[in-house]
C-alpha cells in the first residue's frame, strides 16, 4: 500500500500535525474507509463541529490552526485527495492575509499579488477534487476585525478578503464547484468588518458563529 507522506515543510502549525495525520491517512487506507465529507483548512475547520454530520458517513477533519493555503496546497494529497472523499469542504485564506498585513510572509507583493496567492492555492486545490471526479464546496473567507495588538490593518483586510471571495466566487460559477458563502452573514455591510458577536477574538467563530456556518452549510449537503 503506497501512502503520501510529504514530509515536513518548516512551518510549525503544519509540521505539529504531520506524524498524527500520517498515521490517520495510513489507517484510513489499511482499512479502505470510505470517507464521506473531508474539512480541510485552518484552525476555523479545525475548531468546526464536524459531528453534526456524523450521520452522513464517515467525516474527516483535515483542518491545522495557523496554516496557509500555500502549506495546505502542499500538503493537500496526503490529507485530502488521497483518501478520495466524496465531499471536500474548503475553507482557508485568512492566516495567509494575516501574515502579508504583519509582513512576516509575501514580503513584496502588493494587494493583487495577495488575492492572487490565495486564489491560486484554493482553485488549484478545488480542481484537483473535481479531476478526481468528486465534489468540492468552496467556502469564502470570513471578515474579521482584530483588536490592535494584533497589527493587523482591519480595513484594508476587509477589503482583500471581499476580493478574495469575488475570485472564489467567480470560480465556482464557472467550474463546478460550490460556493459556500459563510462571508455575507458574518459581515457587518458598513465597515466590511466581522459582526463582533460572532466571535470572541476577532477572527474565530464563537459558539454562536459556528451555529451559522453549519446551518448554512446544510444547505449544501
Known sequence: MNVVKPGYFGYDYTDAKRDQFDQRNEYLLANNT???????????????????????????????????????????????????????????????????LRGEEYVGYDADGIVAEVTANIIEMADMVLGAGNQVLVASVLPIKRPPEKLIDNELAAVI????????????????????????????????MLIESYASDGLHPNETGYKIMIDILNKHI
Do not use: C, H
Open 161 to 192: 478578503i471581499r476580493r478574495i471571495n469575488s475570485v472564489l466566487r467567480d470560480y465556482t460559477e464557472v467550474s463546478g464547484a460550490d460556493f459556500v458563502d459563510y462571508y455575507s452573514a458574518f459581515v457587518d455591510r458598513p465597515s466590511g
Open 34 to 100: 470510505q470517507v464521506d465529507i473531508l474539512f480541510y483548512g485552518d484552525s476555523i475547520t479545525e475548531a468546526f463541529l464536524i459531528t453534526a454530520y456524523e450521520y452522513l458517513g464517515t467525516v474527516v477533519n483535515s483542518g491545522i490552526g495557523g496554516d496557509r493555503t500555500v502549506y495546505m496546497r502542499k500538503r493537500f494529497e496526503a490529507d485530502a485527495l488521497q483518501l478520495n472523499p466524496n465531499k471536500v469542504i474548503l475553507l482557508g485564506g485568512i492566516n495567509d492575509v494575516q501574515a502579508w
